[in-house]
Structure formats: C-alpha cells, structure tokens
C-alpha cells in the first residue's frame, strides 16, 4: 500500500515537473518573441529598416506559423503530413476573395482582413476536417503521399479557377475565363494562373507577429490539453491508446483540422502582405521546407521550429551578395545543423556539456551560499 502511494506521488511529481518545464518553454519563446519585436520596432522608429528587411520579417513570420501548425501534426500527433501548403493556399485565396469582393461595401481596410482572417482560418479547417476523415486512417508513407496529393490536387484547381465580380454579382468559371458571363465593367478576384492581385497593405509585421504569438499559444494550450496528451498517447502507441478508452479517430481529426487552420492563417497574412499571389506558390516545395523547419528545430519543439524557420529564411537574403556560392553554403550550413541536431555523437556532447555546466553552476551557488 505504501509502495503504491509512493508510487503515486513520484508520478504526480514527474507530471507537475513536465507540465513546469512546458510552461517555463512557452513563457521564454514568447519572450523571446516580443523582445524581438520591441528591437524591430525600435530600429524601424530610427528608420534603419528598409523594405527588403520587412518583406524578411513578414516572410519568417508566415513561415513560422507555418511551422508551428505542421509541429501540431508532426510532433505530437505522430503523422507525416506533406499537403500544409495545401491549406495555406486554401486560407490565401478564400480570405483574398472576401477583402477583394467586399472593398466597396467594407471600406474600413482592417476589419475587411480581420473577417477575411477568420474566413481564411474557417475554409482551411473545415478542408482538414474533411480531408482528415479519410486520410487519418492510413499511416506513414501512405499518409504522407496522400496529403502531398491533396496540396497538389487543391494547386491545381486553384490555377484554373476564375472568380470575377461585376453589378450582377459574382461569377466562377473553370478552364474558361470567357464562359463567366461578366460584364466589361467586371473585376477579376482570381484570375487563373495569374492569380490575385491587389490585397497588399493590409497585413505588416506587426500582424505578423500577433498571428504567430496566437498560434504559438494555441498550440500549446493545446498540447498541455486532455486532447494533446491523447494525441502524444497515440503517438507513442496506437494499440495501448485504444485499450485504455481513447477515441483514435477523434483526438486525431481535432488536432489535424486545429493544425490545418492555423496553416489556414499563415495563407491569409501571405495574401495580404504581398502585391500578387499565386497558387503556383503553394507546391510541394513549400511543405518540405516547413518540414525542414521542425526537423532541425526538433520535432515537436515550437521555439527551435520558429528559430529555424528564422535562421532559414533569412540566411538566403544574408548570402545574396555571394550570388555564385550562396546555395552552397546554404547547403552546407543546412547538413551541418542537422547532424549537430540529430548525430549520436552531437547528442552526447550536448548532454555532457549541459549536464557539466549545471554541476559547474550548482557547486558555485552553492560555495557562495557557504561563504
């Protein structure tokens, strides 16, 4: 009897522990967050911060979030999802179609995007939920080449999408531009392969950064949550989830359709920031790249999968000026970070250096407290 009280104590202990340590990482990212943002807004102030620099900002900003809802699926639901480009474009256009479409009734530019945002978000979710009831079913590869077709089935309907608005309303056509019916006076929302044009100004930086500190607290809230530890439960161990009365489909449909709207987000502040989207942008590359994110960042690590997606979307603009041997070194630095992340030997030094700091630290404090 004793020994199972013991027993329950030391469990309580580890968990409370556990629950510290999340709260104590959540609390130094979005910290970590906002000095970074008072820095930008301080040289921006002082005026050394150019253009380029904010198209930068903006871009690691969308790539982060991106990142942050993909370590959802991949971290700590345990699933291979290569289609989140997918449900970015999804958040980009259906957002983009609604601030487009309603410029004249909706003259007030930040409200206009606040509702395109929650549209955006809607329409990305509810494809993940729709997409997610046949799809979570399959595992590993399978799952993977699935999602990677749906990212390229949704780019290719959206390329030969034509969305037009004139005095009789909206009009759709497919293929086809001039079967839409529209009238001269007509306005093109999306316009095929060309695209959308004309939803810039209305996201910055500044939105940028609200979007990725919401989606970094709801994801973590998320994870600390009943339905993220079901979620890491069946991560580590489908059969044993089941035996103890988890519902599998459930807690994997909630967590992927979450992760898909939140990719829904990045799309909608990519649309709004740049002068011309196109669904050409959201491929197969791009879930890659954010794959690459949470795999040096650590899979799921939310801070290392916002700092590589830092560090590798601006570390292409820094080597810009060696045009000839810029991807090499990008490259390079690319296979260098990853075996010091994931190398047995890396690991094994970082443990002993940690572990040989914070003895080197406890016997000072200690020796200053005996002194």
């Not at 469990?11 to 959540?26: M, P, Y």
């Not at 969305?163 to 316009?191: P, T």
């Not at 919401?214 to 044993?240: E, K, M, Q, W």
């Amino acid at each position: 009897m004793n020994r199972e009280k013991t027993g329950s104590k030391y469990a309580e202990l580890i968990n409370r522990s556990k629950l510290s340590r999340q709260s104590w990482n959540l609390i130094t990212t979005v910290s970590m967050l906002l000095l970074f943002y008072v820095i930008v807004m301080a040289a921006g102030a002082a005026g050394s911060i150019s253009y380029t620099l904010k198209s930068l900002l903006v871009s690691i900003c969308i790539y982060a979030i991106g990142a942050v809802s993909l370590n959802l699926c991949v971290g700590y639901l345990g699933e291979l999802s290569l289609g989140h480009a997918g449900f970015m474009s999804l958040g980009a256009f259906s957002s983009a179609v609604f601030t487009k479409a309603t410029a004249g009734t909706i003259e007030n530019g930040n409200l206009r995007f606040f509702l395109g945002l929650l549209i955006g978000i809607a329409v990305a979710g509810l494809f993940g939920f729709l997409i997610g009831i046949p799809v979570l079913r399959l595992n590993g590869d399978y799952l993977a080449i699935v999602t990677l077709a749906f990212g390229e089935i949704v780019k290719g309907i959206l390329n030969v999408t034509y969305v037009g608005k004139d005095n009789n309303g909206l009009h759709f056509a497919l293929l086809d531009s001039s079967k839409m019916g529209m009238s001269e006076d007509g306005e093109f929302l999306v316009n095929g392969a060309r695209g959308v044009v004309g939803t810039a100004g209305l996201s910055n930086f500044t939105v940028g950064m609200i979007l990725l500190l919401l989606a970094l607290l709801v994801s973590s809230f998320l994870v600390n949550s009943r339905t993220g530890r079901a979620g890491s439960a069946i991560r580590d161990n489908v059969i044993a989830a089941e035996s103890v009365g988890i519902s599998v489909t459930k807690y994997k449909l909630t967590i992927f359709t979450i992760s898909a709207a939140i990719a829904g987000s990045a799309g909608v502040l990519y649309a709004h920031f740049l002068s011309s989207m196109t669904a050409s942008k959201f491929d197969f590359n791009m879930s890659i790249l954010l794959l690459v994110f949470i795999v040096l960042g650590g899979i799921g690590s939310f801070k290392g999968a916002i700092i590589a997606a830092a560090l590798l979307t601006a570390l292409p603009e820094v080597l810009r000026g060696m045009s000839d041997y810029r991807m090499l070194i990008y490259a390079i630095l690319l296979i260098t970070m990853m075996l010091f992340k994931w190398s047995p030997k890396a690991i094994e030094w970082r443990d002993h250096f940690l572990s040989d700091r914070s003895s080197r630290y406890r016997a000072k404090k200690k020796f200053r407290k005996e002194v």
